[in-house]
């Protein structure tokens, strides 16, 4: 063989590993194959069926995989997010008419930044007269999740990275509203793994996602676990399918004021949160609770933070567009720009507004509901404890988040144990609870009503115990 010809055949093996994908790491390289089965994009599937099947395999090919190919592929997940942000962002906002795009950019950013991947999964030894003992966590297959359309792409990546950390593969039954997005999205997100050597169809999705491909989903042989993430249909569809789910529901986060807080900040903080993605957001302060002494001044700081407020005729009309005649929210002013739903209750403000509240009574449907718009209801009580109390029964048991400026520590103490909840923040945003200006990971899946809270990869993990009797101890 001369040297023309060697040359050839090592150009041909190069070639065929950079389309088949070569996983290097401290071990033999693995070599996957890529199984691509639709044309809709690397992912996207016509059926669940063959969605689930693609799964399977991908869930069967990451067992050739170790921990640094699994970091390694989720580090590409990471700068993939980053690339294609400006992008995502644009696009959840244009299919689905919710929200912003600079906030949507600010969400995105901290779940690629901040969602915790491999690190997080933490072997326990036992070791003593009787030998050793090992737990570790193992992944359950193949997982159905379920994503709303207020987080399109920040669930799918959130969730995505603490399930593929864990070593699952993932169905996704997105929300009917962002399939075009949440499809482009799972498309380069396996774009991403298979060109860091990874296998193909990690992430799955049905390119046309019903509330029946959702259901057939949850009852599917072929999922171990269910992650749903939406609101009260999908968490009570999910928790009677008879498979182990994990179940993240509404909110209705209360924020409470008292006369020891620092007004200033709490009026700019009470704006900053509660208008967030136009407030779409399920953590997001929906209803202010302010104490009698201080409630004037803390409207004067909202209104200086670009909050307006809403009263008599105005607010009646307000009322009549937002509330249905049966008391429902009307689903057509969701995630809009407060500027264009007081627009259209006849009430002009600058576009810089943004955010709206109404001083009303406690039983408001602005208070009750969750609204899910830049819109709140702002409830004036005689003292802290009347507050608490009040935040307590407009939480509605979601066990959700809730908030509270002040600098009493014992009146934080006691609402923070009276309120009961996954999420509870004290002299911020509530955004700070996920991360966003507060300590700590994130997470864009908070499991409420099954109790594990702020999910992330050890909730997407089998703990397996293996025990070894009266050997492999050094001492
Ligand atoms: P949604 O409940 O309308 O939809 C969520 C998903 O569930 C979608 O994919 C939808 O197709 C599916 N779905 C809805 N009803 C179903 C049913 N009966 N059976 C099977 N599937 C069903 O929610 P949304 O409007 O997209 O999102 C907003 C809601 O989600 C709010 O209530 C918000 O508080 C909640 N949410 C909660 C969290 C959390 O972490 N707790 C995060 C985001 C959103």
Not at 209 to 232: C, D, F, K
Not at 278 to 283: G, K, L
Not at 285 to 293: F, H, L, M, S, Y
């Amino acid at each position: 063989m001369d040297e023309r010809q060697i040359a050839s055949i090592v150009e041909k093996v190069v070639a065929k590993l950079a389309t088949e994908g070569v996983a290097t790491s401290g071990r033999a390289p693995t070599v996957l194959r890529h199984h691509r089965t639709h044309a809709d994009g690397r992912g996207v599937h016509p059926t669940v069926d063959s969605a689930v099947a693609a799964a399977t395999r991908a869930f069967q090919d990451l067992h050739a995989c170790t921990m640094a190919d699994r970091a390694r592929y989720i580090q590409a997940l990471r700068d993939v997010t980053r690339a294609e942000n400006q992008t995502i962002s644009t696009m959840a906002v244009s299919e689905t008419g919710l929200g912003r795009v600079d906030d949507k950019l600010h969400k995105n950013q901290l779940v690629l930044e901040k969602t915790p991947g491999t690190e997080a999964l933490h072997s326990t030894a036992w070791t003593g007269d009787d030998g050793l003992t090992l737990t570790e966590m193992a992944p359950y297959g193949v997982i159905g999740s379920i994503t709303p359309c207020t987080n399109p792409t920040e669930t799918i990546l959130n969730n995505g990275i603490g399930m593929l950390a864990a070593g699952n593969a993932i169905v996704f039954n997105t929300h009917p509203a962002a399939k075009g997005v949440s499809a482009y999205f799972i498309d380069k997100l396996n774009a991403a793994i298979e060109n860091s050597g990874g296998p193909s169809n990690i992430f799955n999705c049905v390119a046309e996602p019903t509330i029946e491909t959702a259901q057939s989903l949850m009852t599917h042989a072929g999922i171990r676990l269910l992650a749903v993430t939406g609101g009260g249909g999908v968490v009570k569809a999910a928790m009677t399918s008879g498979k182990r789910a994990i179940a993240a529901g509404p909110g209705n986060p209360p924020v409470v004021v008292d006369e020891t807080a620092d007004i200033k900040k709490a009026g700019r903080d009470v704006v900053f949160g509660a208008s967030l993605d136009n407030n779409v957001i399920c953590i997001v302060e929906k209803e202010v609770i302010a104490v009698a002494e201080i409630a004037d001044a803390l409207k004067r700081e909202m209104k200086a933070n670009n909050a307006h407020e809403v009263s008599g005729g105005d607010l009646k009309r307000l009322e009549k567009l937002l509330i249905t005649p049966d008391n429902h929210v009307n689903r057509d002013y969701i995630g809009k720009n407060a500027a264009l739903i007081l627009a259209d209750a006849g009430i002009r403000v600058p576009d810089s507004i943004r955010l709206a509240f109404a001083e009303v009574p406690e039983q408001h449907p602005f208070v009750q509901h969750e609204m899910l718009m830049p819109v709140v209801g702002f409830v004036r009580v005689s003292d802290v404890d009347a507050a608490i109390e009040c935040a307590v029964r407009c939480e509605h048991g979601y066990g959700h988040t809730a908030v509270m400026h002040s600098t009493n520590i014992n009146a934080l103490s006691r609402m923070a144990r009276a309120v009961n909840t996954s999420i509870f923040v004290k002299n911020a945003p509530s955004c700070a609870g996920v991360g966003l200006g507060g300590e700590g990971f994130t997470s864009w899946t908070i499991a409420s009503p099954t109790g594990e809270g702020m999910t992330y990869a050890p909730h997407f993990a089998r703990a397996r115990r293996c025990v070894l009797k009266d050997s492999f101890r050094i001492v």
